[in-house]
């Protein structure tokens, strides 16, 4: 079960025609699949596409109904390969994950497919984790498209569209025999919008309705030489000219007039809102859509249409090109197709527009506003879309200027009783015995440990990759690196490539995993291997699984520690570190997710409250008399729930450490007070309700007791 | 081609992961459907869903649009944001950082309830950031605000931050939707809909007429003669009368001179004179009302039975501190010898709700009768007069220097590690900037006051005195 149920959404799932869907972007995209008749989807989780994979996963009984396979693959090479099964059958299928790192892990399944092509509609939803509030490495998704001859939709970011361009995607896939990607960035999956919706459809081949027979042999499919060549040159000879003529025909990029003719903006789709709003602002759009400038919108940057390009230029003195990313690959083929069709337009692009980074509003604007000045249009007031800019950008600088500076970033940490935290409470206090030491960190929850309080962590080479990047590190360092990987990455690929590497060239690491029991950061997708018969996705793993893997790998040393345990979690990684065992060294730092569990607890609690049962509630706080304001539990934490308050004590001004009441009692204060000798001003409470008669008089007797012989001079 | 009046209305919501801003964005969308508003919202939670900063983006256009379906913007514009809502403080003032806070156009709600960042909470002293500036700085800025503390309102009232912001919201008009389709969106999410409702009820009465006063609670010490009665009365707790009138006498030559000095001694000796040792954590863990407060703090029921077990871990240090001046050097030495001095501790679980529990820590805190003969008290009543006097012998050559030196016992704090680190870093300015001056090695330096300042600072700028030797170094 993840994060969060959609229930909800399931339901706007069976809408029928004509109705009316209202919910996130994601959301109609899957919807726009079951519309479109698919017979299998997958994926893997990751901002900002883990919805969609979500409720499919949840949506068990709909899917059932409409005899669609669901897989939730365990990383995206193998959700790419799976689209292999419309190389030889007429079945629509899609697929979805993180881009640029979904799409790199999948690439090599990819290139064969795309070699193979399709004869049933291949669809690979990428959400384009570029820009503000993006978590991956920045780079964009089209390059892949372009170098292995997929086809690329950036839809105009509003569900209709989005929805539209999902269906004819499939048809597009189908019509030229190519894998299609349809690339939607962050803020277009998460946009909360509606589109009119149509009956759901079953697809020809489905879980219900079987295939007798297998495709026949058919060595032409096979991506292997010779076959390889030929499909190589069908590519750009039959599959590109007929997915130009499918996006001709069907209109896919749309061309908008307008009265300044003699210069034109050529668009990404995905841009096409923050362009017209600029246009907007600059007094040379309305806001719905009409534009004095006359507009390209490109909802397939690949392939590029040459005929409406040439069209679009022909009687234009200039175009502007607005791409986002490096290489500006959409505007040298656009300066190609001009100048073999001698055409003398002058094209602008990243000469006034920034070469890096996502177009927000500000980069549009400056850009369209060197645009009009170097280009001079007639019919547009350059004074005016001057000043217009000037007085947008004052108002907000004016504003900001009265603030001293800006507030430190805030970058997102550990939630208030993270299993994770202390195990780097452990390293933390580790390095005070044995100096620093080189960590390689991975991708998943831990790589919160890069921000402060704890600022570890010396590469991040992608999900899994930690102990692979470590590899030749540990043959010059004296002292042993420190590998720490998610239980998500083990399972995505870590094993593969970590582990299996590390053994089988004798190293000598240390690998701590964190075992908390799901994929935390995504949304706490179930992780394999599934043990539990609870549909798709499994149904948790149960502790000991990686040990057990481990064992069966030939790993000699391995620890389970409970992560909480941080005087344990720093005995075993300092005998890790300094042991003289060869080999790799495991720690599986074993502590499930607490947001998960404080979500299983809070339903157990609230079931056993009313039934009459004994229920107790921990928590930890803080003697502010005691606290010496220095903080060093701060330090060693960062946990939520420890902030810091006003001190009490007129004569002192430091502020002092206090626990607030988001505090769920998972005893790391009490730890790292007594593995790092802290101040004694921590203190564990257990609140017990519904207790039963004898505990509550042994409680009321010691309580007058105490009372007896407590000092009434001290403050409280 | 356009009008003004008719551009869609925009709203962007700054707060912390799991704080429910995005249950916030979803009731203004239904909101707004229910009004039949063309509307469109986004945002980026991603990974700072885990208490990270994020915002939430909205547009809508009041009044039906005739049909025509208005082009909306997925990000917040510089410049361009009607409505500003912040559930915190800092991130209103990032919002302003970021040019969404503009004077001709935003209208700006925040709570003024901080949320610390680790960056402010991780520093060896102060490190906040003052939300009176940044208060002032955002009242400047916005073409109308409303500032209260929503997170305290919620509290008090037992419902959640985000609905009284809804209801904030609501109040201004500015959305041109009706209350009742609030109230309507509320419902329709479905969940703990009493709570939210009485929530953005309480935010439908806050404007910016509202009565919002912002007391500064922190009681400031001030060396008047009651201030030093406090002290008085610090010190006969903490052992007794005549050691508060040790007190006097000790702070009696100061009272005649700079006033600066005077205040700052005052404070920093009844700190120094009452400093930290097992048996004054013990004085306080037996407090009358440590209990009550503690089962305050758990919300916990008068019949519920109650558990409190405080974390102890004395170490070699802790231990020789009480001993017999003799015997805790001897101590020491073998603890040093044997690099014993950080391995050996006692980690103690001690059930101060049990009786025995309890006993323990009261018989320890009864020892205070002792505590004149012990190694620590000798230690400290040497560094204490070393430090007086070190402050009046400056005093005659530079003023301004005897004042830091004075300032410069705030370094000097708690127990075990800390307490080393203070005193270290004391030692070390004190050897590198003060000694030579006092003992005329050195020409008294113009910048002398300033300098110790700049060291007393680097000192609680890392715990590893990285800072401090490179800031005494440059010097």
């Known amino acids: 079960m993840s994060e969060r149920s959609f229930a909800g959404e399931i339901e706007k799932l069976r809408l029928g025609e004509g109705e009316t869907f209202s919910g996130e972007g994601i959301l109609a995209i899957t919807k726009a699949l079951l519309q479109s008749g698919v017979s299998y989807v997958g994926g893997y989780q990751g901002a900002p596409i883990s919805h969609l994979l979500d409720v499919m996963v949840q949506a068990k ?91 690329m939709i950036d839809p105009r970011p509003n569900l209709a569209s989005m929805v539209d361009l999902v269906e004819k995607g499939f048809e597009l896939s189908e019509a030229s025999s190519t894998p299609v990607m349809m690339g939607l960035r962050i803020r277009a999956c998460h946009l909360m919008g509606s589109f009119e919706t149509k009956k759901n459809r079953m697809g020809t081949l489905n879980t219900k309705d079987k295939a007798p027979e297998p495709a026949g042999f058919n060595y032409a499919r096979l991506s292997h030489p010779p076959a390889t060549f030929v499909q190589e040159a069908k590519k750009i000879d039959q599959r590109l000219p007929a997915a130009v003529q499918y996006i001709v025909d069907h209109g896919l990029n749309e061309t908008f007039p307008g009265p300044v003719d003699t210069v034109g903006i050529i668009m990404q789709g995905g841009l096409y809102n923050t362009v017209l709003r600029r246009l907007t602002a600059l007094g040379l759009a309305d806001d719905f859509g009409n534009s004095q400038i006359p507009l390209h919108i490109l909802n397939v940057t690949h392939p590029l249409v040459p005929k409406e390009i040439t069209e679009f230029c022909q009687s234009k003195m200039a175009v502007l090109v607005i791409e986002e990313g490096s290489p500006e690959f959409i505007e040298q083929q656009i300066n190609t197709i001009l100048r073999r069709a ?132 540990a043959s010059f360092q004296e002292k042993r690196p420190i590998a720490i990987m998610g239980d998500g990455g083990f399972w995505h690929n870590g094993m593969q490539t970590g582990v299996l590497s590390q053994l089988f060239n004798h190293g ?122 220095d903080h060093a539990c701060i330090r060693l934490s960062g946990c939520p729930s420890l902030t810091v308050i006003d001190n009490p004590d007129p004569l002192k001004r430091d502020p002092v450490a206090s626990i607030d009441s988001s505090c769920v009692g998972c005893g790391l204060c009490g730890e790292n007070a007594h593995v790092a000798s802290l101040c004694p001003s921590f203190y564990g409470v257990e609140r017990v309700q519904n207790a039963k008669l004898v505990e509550r008089l042994t409680d009321r007797v010691r309580r007058r007791v105490i009372g007896w012989f407590a000092d009434a001079d001290q403050p409280a | 081609m356009s009008k003004e009046s008719v551009r869609p209305v925009t709203i962007l919501i700054a707060a912390l992961g799991g704080e429910g801003g995005g249950v916030l964005m979803n009731w203004i969308v239904e909101a707004a459907h229910l009004a039949r508003f063309p509307v469109q919202a986004t945002s980026v939670p991603g990974v700072a869903q885990r208490t990270g900063a994020t915002t939430y983006y909205i547009e809508l256009m009041p009044g039906k649009a005739d049909g025509n379906i208005p082009v909306m913007s997925l990000s917040p514009v510089q410049g361009e944001i009607d409505v500003m809502v912040s559930t915190e403080l800092a991130e209103a003032s990032r919002a302003l950082a ?118 500064d609670k922190k009681s400031v010490f001030l060396s008047g003669p009651d201030a030093v009665e406090d002290a008085v009365r610090r010190l006969e707790k903490y052992q007794n009368a005549k050691y508060a009138q040790k007190y006097r006498d000790r702070l009696a030559p100061f009272q005649a001179g700079d006033p600066v000095v005077a205040e700052a001694v005052a404070r920093h000796l009844a700190i120094r004179m009452t400093y930290d040792d097992i048996i004054r954590v013990a004085q306080a863990k037996i407090g009358a009302g440590r209990l009550d407060r503690i089962r305050g703090e758990a919300g916990a029921q008068p019949g519920e039975p109650l558990y409190v077990t405080d974390f102890f871990k004395p170490g070699v240090q802790e231990v020789a501190d009480l001993l017999p001046p003799r015997l805790a050097r001897a101590c020491l030495n073998w603890a040093a010898k044997k690099d014993r001095m950080h391995r050996v501790s006692w980690p103690l679980y001690i059930r101060t709700t049990t009786v025995f529990g309890f006993l323990k820590i009261w018989a320890l805190a009864k020892l205070r009768w002792w505590r004149p003969r012990s190694f620590r008290w000798t230690f400290e009543q040497e560094e204490i007069d070393l430090w007086l006097a070190a402050i009046r012998q400056m005093g005659t050559l530079d003023v301004g220097a005897a004042r830091e030196i004075a300032e410069l016992s705030g370094l000097i704090k708690g127990y075990g590690a800390t307490h080393a680190r203070g005193m270290h870093s004391y030692n070390k300015i004190l050897t590198a900037l003060i000694d030579p001056v006092l003992t005329g090695e050195a020409p008294p330096r113009p910048r002398l006051a300033a300098q110790i300042l700049e060291a007393r600072l680097a000192a609680l700028a890392d715990p590893d005195g990285a800072a401090l030797d490179a800031c005494l170094e440059a010097d």
Not at chain 1, 345 to 369: C, H, P, Q, R
Not at chain 1, 571 to 600: F, H, N, S, W, Y
Request: hydrophobic share 40%; net charge negative.
């Open chain 1, 61 to 151: 009984d709909l899917m059932g109904e409409l005899g669609v396979h669901v897989e939730a693959n365990t990383n995206e090479a193998s959700a790419a390969a799976m689209l292999g099964a419309s190389i030889s059958y007429r079945v629509r299928g899609a697929v979805t994950w993180k881009s640029i790192v979904g799409t790199n892990v999948a690439s090599d399944a990819l290139s064969n497919l795309a070699s193979a092509g399709v004869i049933g509609g291949a669809l690979v939803i990428v959400g384009e984790d570029y820009g503000e509030g993006a978590s991956v490495i920045q780079e964009r998704t089209l390059a892949f498209a372009l170098k292995s001859s997929m086809w």
């Open chain 1, 342 to 473: 001698d055409i003398q337009t002058k094209v602008f692009g990243k000469d006034v527009l920034a070469n890096a980074g996502e177009y927000t509003a500000e980069i549009v604007m400056s850009g369209l506003v060197d645009f009009f000045g170097e280009s001079e249009p007639v019919g547009i007031m350059l004074e005016d879309v001057r000043d217009r800019a000037a007085r947008l950008l004052n108002s907000s600088q004016s504003a900001s200027a009265h603030l001293a500076a800006p507030p430190p970033p805030r970058p997102p940490g550990f939630c208030t009783g993270c299993p994770e935290r202390p195990v780097f409470s452990a390293i933390k206090l580790l390095k005070q015995e044995l100096g620093d030491f080189h960590i390689a960190t991975d991708i998943g929850c831990h790589a919160l440990a890069t921000f402060e309080p704890f600022s570890m962590g010396n590469s991040i080479l992608g999900y899994g990759m930690s102990l692979a990047s470590a590899a030749a590190v």
């Open chain 1, 508 to 629: 000598d690491a240390v690998l701590i995993i964190m075992q908390n029991g799901y994929a935390s950061a995504t949304g706490q997708q179930y992780l394999p291997p599934a043990t539990t018969p609870d549909g798709v996705g499994g149904g948790g793993t149960q502790a000991g699984e990686i040990e057990a893997a481990l064992r069966a790998l030939h790993v000699k040393w391995i620890r389970t520690v409970r992560t909480y345990g941080v005087n344990t979690m720093r005995d075993t990684l300092r005998e890790a570190m300094t042991t003289d065992k060869p080999g790799l060294k495991v720690i599986i730092a074993d502590g499930e997710c607490m947001l998960a569990r404080q979500r299983r607890l809070r339903r157990v609690n609230a079931e056993r409250l009313n039934t009459g049962g004994r229920v107790v509630a921990p928590r930890f706080g803080i003697d502010a008399e005691i606290c010496t304001g």
């Open chain 2, 98 to 215: 970021g040019g969404f806070i503009s004077s001709d156009r935003t209208a700006l709600i925040a709570s003024t309830h901080r949320h610390y960042m680790n960056l402010e909470k991780m520093a060896m002293g102060e490190g906040r950031l003052s939300g009176d500036e940044v208060r002032a700085a955002l009242e400047k800025s916005a073409r109308s605000s409303v500032l209260f503390d929503a997170a305290e309102l919620a509290l008090e009232n037992g419902v959640h931050v985000n609905a009284i912001m809804l209801g904030t919201i609501a109040r201004t008009g500015l959305l041109g939707i009706d209350r009742e389709h609030f109230i309507g969106a509320i419902g329709r999410s479905g969940k703990s809909v009493d709570a939210n409702l009485k929530g953005f009820e309480l935010g439908l009465t806050i404007s910016d007429e509202s009565e919002l006063d912002l007391v």
